[in-house]
């Protein structure tokens, strides 16, 4: 059974140099319970609460990317609940852990479905976990889904809505910029698994069709710690551009050893679509600077004070967790937030919670603000059109390069 | 690229033979097999970053890992090793449960997560054309002075003839007034503080996880039978040869391929030679 | 059957016990639980084959995933590529490379020219098993670190067969089957071998018997009925991935058996059942100690109660048991070894 929710959620990531607090982790597992955790609705209502479930790495390698994900909707369902509920019930929030392993993630997912009943499942973060737990909460569940991360593409599944960026969304406009100062010399550096394999394979095109090359494109186990014959290739065919996809726990020693190997001395550039505020603390930021990430929200937009919406959303944020993993974009944060709004409106005009008309609702719906801007679903794609950002980091910070004109198409499904 | 890439080897290699030398002076002179080595690397990198999060110096944190990880060492073969003498098999499961509760315990304490943690020698020295970074030059001598201190305590003082003794002819030492159990207590603690310092070493290099020690452990079991248990050397020539052809091998074939081929070739070299490739002795 | 004076044998009443209530679950039970139990005697049959190798043959085999993934495996990809789905082919198929798996490693490890440690043996288990992992995370054909995902159910005729009471009563009769024929197997003549050969392999050597030979076998046929276990698990989740053939799964059936105790076949069943129902509860509440008490169980279980919770309720003398009597009409009547 799951356990009730401490006040301020007793599982957040481990704030560097707050160790000697963290010791109490034991107390407070057995007080509170990590497995899996109930947000009830707290005003008393005659009408049953409406259950939506998160299933999301709260631990595990990509631990900070779930911890933001379960966070953000700890605000939303309290912010969402506190201005009247959904159709006039509550919300009730239910949070599984999905560990980093997709064998536990779905058994953890069946208990939602199956056991809690819940009526939206939002989460997943990597692609092979929106893999092996979409069958389980979509066909064998009958329950929508929504999936919050930057992916692939080519999900076009029913009652699978997809509230990330994709390549399309992430390269398009990114290559270009990178390309523009004359570098022409690629090298795909990549974790072996789905998203890297597709989204090369869509990055590959942008920089044929742009007059670049890719030089080498190589794929490693994701625990592949040792990058020497990697590295030294880098350097040796001189490439412009590192355009790589590696992800924890390979990531920290791939570009400690890019760094070390003096790849950005010699004036290479890194870039990484992945990439957002959550990792800047994951490497020393000279091994970082003059990354270029490109996605849907940046911490700078807030602080530049051009979007206010964004700024008041991510200062409420900041407030209420002060100490966990930040608000950002490529931890699937923003995409939690346009799924759970896109969700909320959707029940709200079906006016019930039957998943065909729930489902049918979502395919066009929209949100007028969100974090750097509204966002819509484009009809019968499953995808959303969203405004995008270009940043570079610059000593430990990102600053925006480039905006998007406007909302930027999906590309998917169509 | 020759110059750049013997580098890589070698630093590579480094660390898998820290890990395998604490690993092997365990497996040759005691005969127990520590399925749970990996986990005692482990609580060296973990006690590094415990110095890093209280704001201690980190070279401080390298240098009392070794004696921490020891001293556990030396508290569970006095209260759980020691029982499993008789029994290699025992042995193995038994410290595969240990090491299971390490590393889960560990995993808890750092909240599942991954951490990097800053080397106590940042930087690069230039030497010509190719930079070469600092700390993996540390290491790499470190482990030179490691090897060679171990080798002179086991082979060239009266503790070492003890040690040896033991293991020889556990019956025959104790005759000769020898406290076989005061020797293997001292020998597996001596190997934890060799796994403590691997731990603390690698872990600026890699970011501690709590798996960090598991990715090397079959390599290192592998190291041992491939150089062959009873010896010194064996383990040590084993290491090089494993740590060397993961490191070289993604230099000539896919990285994907290279990934499994040093396993297949050494479980094949293995099977061949029983007894190790650095032994003289035959079966 | 007199070997417990005061009345049944103990591991026959534990025996009938489990199966009723096997039987008799999924009337009282939800469809989650249904599911869970399902799960619980899939893995049971992972667990049966460790149990064959080590309490049995006295083979350590740490490696008994690469057997029951490498099958879920190969069921997966024929189910995606090929759309093999039907239960009478793709069962078979996963019992087969289960069988061919585990020969050849059988053959790798086991048949040398003298016989070979017992470390050499549970290291080359374990290397197998991480090679598996390796190669179905490097290689991108298995999908890499995603593994498989929605694997097409599995088919009688036209009518899929989805997770839920008919995939129950499947699975418990294919474990009713595999747990009868190897009750029978080890009690037999050959039984007695093993048995031999556990307690003095030398000595079962002079007497003319292929020792290696016999083991092998019996290894082979502790992997077919991984294999049956991979498959059916590859189906009932409708995923695989790299860790289902690795180590994790591998130490698990370990787990299982010296929990469960050796060398009683129902024994590996019933630490199953126990370690992933306690599991699941502690892990619902406390999943960041559930482990660690995992492995502290498993370092009791080795230190003081080698036979395990079986250890509990079966005499000793029970637990050796007696064999199938011999090829002519010889005096059987106390075939303990």
């Known amino acids: 059974m799951s356990e009730r929710e401490s006040a301020n959620g007793g599982w957040e990531v481990l704030p560097r140099r707050r160790f000697l607090s963290s010791t109490a982790w034991t107390a407070g597992a057995v007080a509170t319970g990590l497995g899996s955790w109930v947000v009830p609705a707290k005003w008393a209502s005659a009408a049953d609460p409406i259950k939506v479930g998160i299933a999301t790495d709260l631990t595990g390698a990509i631990g900070i990317a779930g911890n933001a994900c379960a966070n953000t909707a700890r605000m939303m369902v309290e912010d969402i609940n506190a201005a009247g509920g959904v159709i006039g019930r509550p919300l009730e929030l239910y949070i599984e852990d999905t560990a980093s392993n997709e064998s536990v993630a779905v058994n953890n997912v069946r208990k939602l479905v199956q056991r809690h009943r819940v009526d939206v499942v939002l989460g997943g973060i990597t692609s092979s976990m929106r893999n092996a737990i979409k069958d389980v909460i979509v066909n064998r569940g009958r329950t929508l889904y929504i999936y919050p991360q930057l992916y692939e593409g080519r999900e076009c599944t029913p009652y699978l809505f997809c ?14 910029w990178l390309m523009a100062d004359g570098a022409k010399r690629f090298a795909f550096p990549s974790a072996n698994y789905i998203w890297p394999h597709r989204l090369n394979e869509y990055a590959r095109k942008v920089v044929e069709a742009n007059g670049g090359e890719v030089v080498f494109e190589e794929y490693y186990p994701l625990d592949q710690i040792e990058y020497s014959a990697t590295v030294s290739k880098i350097m040796n065919e001189n490439i412009d551009i590192v355009f790589f996809t590696v992800i924890p726990p390979g990531l920290a020693p791939f570009v400690k050893q890019v760094y070390e190997a003096g790849y950005q001395q010699r004036g290479g550039r890194l870039s990484c679509v992945y990439y957002d505020e959550n990792l800047l603390n994951f490497h020393p930021p000279h091994e970082m600077e003059g990354l270029v990430s490109c996605l849907d929200y940046f911490r700078a937009i807030s602080d530049g004070g051009e979007h206010q919406f964004s700024a008041d959303l991510h200062a409420r944020y900041d407030a209420k967790f ?25 029940v709200n005009e079906a006016g019930n919670l039957e998943r065909d008309d729930v489902a049918a609702a979502i395919d066009h719906a929209k949100i007028e ?15 959303c059109r969203m405004n995008m950002y270009i940043a570079v980091c610059k000593s430990g910070r990102y600053e925006i390069a480039q905006q998007s004109d406007g909302m930027v198409e999906p590309g998917e499904c169509a | 690229m020759p110059i750049d890439a013997a580098f890589d080897i070698i630093s590579f290699t480094s660390f898998v033979v820290l890990v395998v030398l604490g690993l092997g002076v365990i497996a040759s002179m005691m005969g127990i097999f520590n399925l749970g080595h990996g986990d005692f690397v482990l609580l060296g990198a973990y006690t590094v970053f415990v110095f890093d999060e209280l704001g201690l110096p980190i070279w401080l944190g390298m240098t009392v890992a070794p004696f921490a990880v020891a001293l556990v060492g030396l508290v569970l073969e006095r209260t759980v090793i020691r029982r499993f003498y008789a029994a290699p098999v025992i042995a193995m499961l038994g410290t595969y449960a240990i090491g299971v509760v390490i590393r889960e315990t560990v995993r808890g304490l750092i909240g599942g997560l991954y951490h990097a943690i800053p080397e106590p020698l940042p930087g690069m020295i230039d030497i010509g054309e190719i930079s070469i970074s600092k700390w993996r030059l540390t290491v790499i001598l470190i482990t ?3 090897v060679l201190v171990s080798y002179l305590l086991l082979r060239r003082t009266t503790l070492g003839l003890k040690i040896r003794a033991s293991l020889e002819n556990p019956a025959l030492a104790r005759s000769a007034a020898i406290s076989t159990g005061q020797i293997y207590a001292l020998t597996f603690a001596f190997g934890c503080g060799l796994a403590g310092l691997a731990g603390a070493l690698m872990v600026p290099a890699f970011s501690l996880s709590a798996d960090l020690g598991v990715r090397f452990l079959i390599q290192a079991f592998l190291a041992i039978m491939l150089g062959g248990i009873g010896t010194f050397e064996g383990p040590i020539g084993g290491a090089a040869l494993i740590g060397a052809s993961t490191a070289a091998f993604p230099w000539v074939m896919n990285p994907i391929l290279a990934d499994i081929m040093v396993f297949v070739l050494a479980i094949v070299a293995i099977r061949l030679r029983p007894t190790g490739l650095f032994t003289k002795r035959r079966l | 059957m007199t070997l417990n004076p005061r009345g049944w044998p103990v591991i026959l009443v534990l025996e009938l016990a489990v199966l009723a209530a096997l039987l008799a679950m999924p009337a009282g039970l939800d469809h989650f639980w249904v599911i869970f139990v399902t799960r619980v005697m899939i893995l049971a049959l992972l667990a049966i084959s460790f149990d064959l190798c080590w309490g049995y043959a006295g083979i350590m085999s740490f490696g008994q995933a690469l057997f029951f ?14 759309e093999i789905t039907s239960v009478f082919i793709a069962l078979p198929m996963a019992v087969a490379v289960g069988f061919v798996f585990s020969l050849f490693v059988g053959w790798f490890l086991l048949m040398t020219r003298f016989p070979p440690p017992i470390i050499f043996v549970a290291l080359g288990t374990l290397t197998g098993s991480y090679i598996g992992q390796r190669l179905a995370l490097s290689w991108y054909y298995l999908g890499g670190q995603n593994g498989i995902p929605s694997i097409p159910s599995l088919t009688v005729g036209d009518y899929p067969l989805y997770e839920g009471p008919v995939f129950y009563y499947m ?4 474990l009713l089957g595999v747990y009868l024929l190897c009750r029978w197997l080890v009690r037999s003549q050959f039984g007695l071998v093993l048995a031999g050969v556990r307690q003095q392999e030398s000595r079962l050597t002079f007497l003319g018997y292929r020792v290696q030979t016999y083991k092998t076998m019996m290894f082979a046929l502790a992997g077919s009925i991984a294999g049956l276990g991979g498959g059916l698990l590859a189906f009932h989740d409708g995923f695989i991935w790299p860790n289902s053939i690795g180590i994790l799964v591998s130490t698990q059936a370990v787990i299982f058996v010296l929990f469960g105790g050796i060398g009683t076949l129902i024994g590996a069943v019933i630490g199953v059942g126990a370690i992933e129902y306690v599991g699941f509860e502690l892990a619902d509440r406390y999943p960041q100690i559930w482990p660690i008490i ?7 279980v080795v230190m003081f109660r080698p036979t395990g919770l079986i250890g509990l309720l079966v005499p000793e003398r029970e637990r050796y048991g007696r064999f199938g009597k011999p090829p002519k009409g010889e005096d059987g009547d106390d075939g303990a070894a």
């Open chain 3, 171 to 174: 699975v418990l009769g294919l």
């Open chain 1, 322 to 346: 002060p100490d966990g993993p930040g608000f950002a974009a490529g931890s699937a944060a923003t995409g939690i937030y346009r799924g759970l709004k896109m969700w909320e409106a959707a």
């Open chain 3, 294 to 300: 995992l492995g502290a169980l498993l370092l009791v």
């Open chain 3, 69 to 82: 993934g490498g099958a879920g495996y190969a069921v997966a990809v024929a189910a995606r590529d090929l």
């Open chain 1, 163 to 176: 509230t990330g960026p994709t390549p399309a969304q992430q390269c398009d406009a990114l290559i270009p």
């Open chain 2, 144 to 146: 030179i002075l490691v």
């Open chain 1, 369 to 383: 603000n969100g974090p750097g801007g509204g966002s819509e679903m484009v009809p019968g794609t499953y995808h």
